[in-house]
């Protein structure tokens, strides 16, 4: 019985169900899922708490762990700098304490309120704040204490510090295990939960959908047969009474059904109105779409245009020998022609969107100021930078940039066109280095011919005063000194000239590994037992035409300035090989004129020279050395000979790395000679022939008459070409030599010795100058073939060179004697 009514009190509750309005049956399906969804939701939030708390203190033991590393850490590294401040005495390695001693007071103060939560783990970080400060008490007053004690002590804190730091980390680590396993097991509650609410929610939403269906399934099914007859334009079945709201949808189904009807009949008048209309609107649209098809063919046109000219700009950039690099604002790459990949060799996919990779570090923030110029319409024309390329290698460039412009005509960006220069520059400088040598050289010539003059004096007075003294006169010594500072300032000035090119040389056909190779013991003995001699010889190299007593010049200067750069010992190499122009020209050695060389290398292992000291190498009195220990005249006179034998000079050189000289001297077309023959030994040359002289300096003028005085020559003294010429329209004996200097005011030697040869066909001449022969005649102021005597001279040597001139064949007076 109990059974049976409780059935029927079921059945009354499904009906009661089925009559309530939609909306509650609504809110009944949904409130079901959504309860489980909230039982699920508050399940999840707790258990997020519980998570988030057991990760808290997992985070907060790793966050501990990591300042105990670094506070052990910046106590390694103040000891060690310390240390190492002690072994080297070298302020760079107290940074590492000095930075120590500003971080570790902050580190340990965090450390101490990251464990405040841990009584234990505090008294250690407290103790291990103690530690540190005696630790670095300790350490800044080892440089003024006693090392040794302080070390043991410091040692001993530091092993404290390690004890109560692996302390502190080995209870950390246990924590972590602890606060892991915690955090493990209430996310697995949490699954738990999620499991149970992720089931309940789907259950009960299927259990709200069935009672729905119940209710409302069977009059919707009504409803819907209602709209197809409405559909199909058929009566509608009556509808049934009903307190919900599809009774109520029933009840509006019907009143639309003869709405309906009667906008039937009102569609179909719309209906013919509208095909009017639309017949006119498609007349109207045929019209406009005619007019839109030869906008469209004239658009066409126009950017058929466009791309020609596109297509003509982007062949023009590619074939442009200037690199053209498109930027937008950022500086990130938006095009990139071949010239810039051969430039700089990055290709276009390397570049493309990317920062522009040829700026240096060092100009990144002029680079971005020229960017913002840019930005703001600037244009720059013929800047001059130093760019980068792929290589790592620096170019250097001329800029030209112009701004980029959207259709509105907003900056988007900039173009910029770099054209390299570098090897122009390179000529320039080297340009610029000739013209100064050769600036130098003439100024070192011009003070060495007055300085000659000067110099003929003292030698030949201070030869004549020695000849007149007795050999135990004690003013002999005297005179003798003066006569070997005659002879030291000589040679100074024979290097002036070589350095200028202005120095006679006496060239011959040469082997240079024999050359190379008689200097060999001379050459040990000038660098030193602790300087090995190395030489490389090739067999094969070719005859080069020089003064062998010049080129010795060069490789005994160049190894006493590489014995000099390895104090301490090294290796000295001396190299030879043939060397074409194609080799010779990649050393940048543009004042080579032939094809074919004969390459001198001589190459040290010494402490080498910097950018600076290199181009200034070649200055006349330019030296590194200390004072007294060198004229700075050695590499100039090494350069001056080298260009007077139409040679080059090249240099390699960086700090550290040693020092390479290589001298390329032009091959010569035969093979060596066997040797010049020995010269005559000099004797006393007298005679009794009138000479004119002709001199503008008085003492040289007074020397040279009393010299040949002495000899018993008859001398006619003119200070001036004008006055040699009167004096010899004056005297009417006959005048035998004449013996002029070169460079005179108001009329050259030359030009004397050819008006006296017209008034006097007969007559010899005797040229006599500070500069030598070779300068005199490639100026045209003496003829070739003319006999010359080069200052300073002594007394014999200019007896003997006058008698030699008197005593010659005569021959035709067009060029004067042959020497």
């Known amino acids: 019985m109990n059974r049976a009514g409780n059935g029927q009190s079921a059945r009354h509750a499904i009906r009661g169900l089925a009559d309530l309005p939609l909306y509650i049956k609504g809110l009944i399906v949904v409130a079901i899922p959504l309860a489980a969804l909230m039982v699920v939701t508050l399940s999840l939030y707790f258990v997020q708490r519980q998570n988030q708390e057991a990760e808290h203190w997992v985070r907060q033991t790793l966050s501990v762990g990591t300042q105990i590393q670094m506070v052990h850490g910046a106590l390694e590294e103040a000891k060690t700098g310390m240390t ?179 906008r039937e009949s009102e569609l179909r008048k719309a209906r013919d109105e509208l095909e009017v209309r639309v017949e006119e609107r498609t007349a109207e649209l045929a019209r406009t779409n005619r007019a839109l098809q030869a906008e469209i063919a004239d658009r066409k046109r126009a950017e058929a245009d466009l791309r020609q000219v596109n297509d003509t700009l982007r062949a023009v950039i590619q074939a442009s020998p200037l690199a053209i690099v498109g930027l937008d604002l950022d500086g990130n790459v938006r095009s990139w022609n071949r010239a810039a990949e051969e430039m700089f060799g990055w290709s276009e996919q390397e570049v493309l969107g990317r920062p522009l990779p040829t700026v240096p570090e060092q100009e990144r923030q002029e680079f971005e100021k020229l960017l913002g110029a840019a930005a703001r319409g600037e244009v720059l024309t013929g800047l001059e930078r130093r760019r980068r390329r792929k290589d790592g290698s620096t170019i250097d460039v001329r800029i030209w940039t112009s701004p980029l412009c959207d259709a509105t005509g907003a900056i988007t960006g900039e173009i910029t066109i770099m054209a390299d220069f570098t090897e122009r520059k390179r000529l320039e400088e080297q340009l610029v280095q000739a013209q100064k040598m050769e600036a130098v050289g003439r100024l070192a010539g011009g003070v060495a011919h007055d300085f000659n003059n000067l110099l003929t004096v003292i030698s030949g007075y201070g030869h004549m005063l020695a000849n007149g003294l007795r050999p135990g006169d004690p003013l002999r010594g005297c005179a003798e000194e003066v006569l070997k500072a005659a002879e030291r300032a000589a040679a100074l000035t024979n290097q002036l000239l070589a350095f200028s090119r202005r120095q006679s040389i006496q060239p011959r056909v040469v082997d240079l590994n024999a050359l190379v190779a008689n200097m060999e013991r001379m050459l040990s003995r000038v660098i030193g037992e602790d300087i090995e001699l190395e030489t490389v010889l090739r067999p094969d190299i070719g005859p080069v035409r020089v003064d062998p007593g010049r080129i010795e010049q060069v490789i005994m200067n160049l190894a006493a300035n590489a014995r000099d750069a390895m104090p301490h010992g090294g290796k000295l190499f001396i190299e030879t090989a043939n060397v074409e122009l194609s080799q010779a020209s990649d050393s940048s050695q543009s004042g080579l004129h032939t094809s074919l060389y004969v390459m001198l290398a001589i190459s040290d292992t010494g402490h080498g020279m910097d950018a600076e000291t290199k181009s200034r190498l070649f200055e006349p009195f330019f030296t590194t050395k200390e004072k007294g220990k060198g004229t700075g005249l050695g590499l100039p006179t090494v350069y001056g000979i080298v260009k007077q034998h139409e040679g080059e000079i090249w240099v390699y050189s960086e700090p550290g790395k040693g020092s390479t000289f290589k001298i390329y001297l032009p091959r010569a077309d035969h093979a060596a000679s066997d040797g010049e023959p020995a010269s005559r030994r000099a004797r006393l040359y ?63 030697g030359g030009e004397v010795a050819k008006e006296l040869r017209s008034m006097r066909p007969k007559i010899r001449v005797l040229f006599l100058s500070g500069y030598t022969d070779r300068v005199v005649v490639d100026h045209g102021v003496v003829p070739v073939g003319a006999d010359f005597l080069e200052k300073p001279f002594t007394p014999d040597v200019l007896a003997r060179k006058v008698r030699a001139v008197l005593d010659a064949p005569q021959q035709g007076h067009s060029h004067g004697p042959a020497r």
Not at 87 to 110: D, H, I, N, V
Not at 230 to 246: F, K, N, T
Request: proline share 5%; no cysteine.
């Open 686 to 748: 007298r005679g009794s022939e009138t000479i004119l002289l002709v001199e503008d300096e008085e003492g040289v003028r007074r020397l040279v008459r009393e010299v040949l005085g002495l000899r018993g020559y008859r001398v006619l003294e003119a200070s001036s070409g004008p006055q040699a010429i009167e004096i010899a329209g004056q005297y009417h004996g006959p005048i035998h030599l004449l013996l002029t200097d070169v460079v005179m005011p108001h009329m050259s």
């Open 84 to 262: 190492g401040y002690l072994l080297s005495r070298e302020e760079e390695w107290l940074k590492p304490y000095r930075e120590a001693q500003k971080e570790l007071p902050g580190l340990l103060q965090q450390l101490e309120a990251m464990v405040a939560d841990n009584s234990g783990q505090l008294q250690r970080a407290r103790r291990i704040t103690a530690g540190s400060q005696k630790l670095l008490n300790l350490l800044v007053a080892l440089p003024r204490g006693q090392p040794e004690g302080a070390l043991a002590e410091g040692k001993a804190v530091m092993e404290r510090l390690r004890t109560d730091l692996g302390a502190m980390r080995s209870e950390q680590e246990r924590l972590l295990a602890e606060r892991t396993a915690r955090a493990q097991a209430a996310r697995e509650r949490g699954y738990a939960l999620i499991a149970v609410g992720v089931i309940l929610a789907p259950v009960g939403g299927i259990l709200a959908m069935l009672l729905f269906a119940a209710g409302v399934a069977r009059r919707v099914e009504r409803l819907q047969d209602n709209a197809r007859r409405l559909a199909r334009g058929q009566p509608l079945s009556p509808p049934v009474s009903g307190r919900d709201e599809i009774g109520r949808l029933e009840q509006s189904l019907g009143d639309a059904a003869s709405m309906l009807a009667a």
